[in-house]
Nanobody, 115 residues
Framework: QVQLVESGGGLVQPGGSLRLSCTAS????????MGWYRQAPGKDHELVAA???????TYADSVKGRFTIARDNAKTTVYLEMNSLKPEDTAVYYC?????????WGQGTQVAVSS
C-alpha cells in the first residue's frame, strides 16, 4: 500500500521558519508531481507549491520569495522550507503526489504562526 507520511509543522512566531517533509513509500511504480496544499479555517484548499519529476516548480503568489520546495534525488521525498512566516500562513498543510497514476494525499500537518 502506498502512503505519504508528513513531518514537521508546529507553532512558530511571525518571521520564523519551519520545514515540512513528506515521504512516499510502498509499491511505487511511477511518481510524478509532488506538492503541498493548505487549508486555513473557513478558507478553500489552495496550492502552496508543487514540483514535477522534471524539476518544474510552481508557487502560490502569496508564498513566492518566502517558501522553497525541493525533492530528494530518489524523488520520493518532498520538502517545503518556509521562511518569514506570517499569521496568514496558519493552516493545515497537506502533502500531495501523483503516484501510480493516482492523486494521493498525506494526513496533514498543522502550521500555526502566532506571537
Amino acid at each position: 500500500q502506498v502512503q505519504l507520511v508528513e513531518s514537521g509543522g508546529g507553532l512558530v512566531q511571525p518571521g520564523g521558519s519551519l520545514r515540512l517533509s513528506c515521504t512516499a513509500s510502498g509499491m511505487i511504480f511511477s511518481i510524478n508531481t509532488m506538492g503541498w496544499y493548505r487549508q486555513a479555517p473557513g478558507k478553500d484548499h489552495e496550492l502552496v507549491a508543487a514540483i514535477s519529476s522534471g524539476g518544474n516548480i510552481t508557487y502560490a503568489d502569496s508564498v513566492k520569495g518566502r517558501f522553497t520546495i525541493a525533492r530528494d534525488n530518489a524523488k520520493t521525498t518532498v520538502y517545503l522550507e518556509m521562511n518569514s512566516l506570517k499569521p496568514e500562513d496558519t493552516a493545515v498543510y497537506y502533502c500531495n503526489a501523483d503516484i501510480n497514476a493516482k492523486h494521493m494525499w498525506g494526513q496533514g500537518t498543522q502550521v500555526a504562526v502566532s506571537s
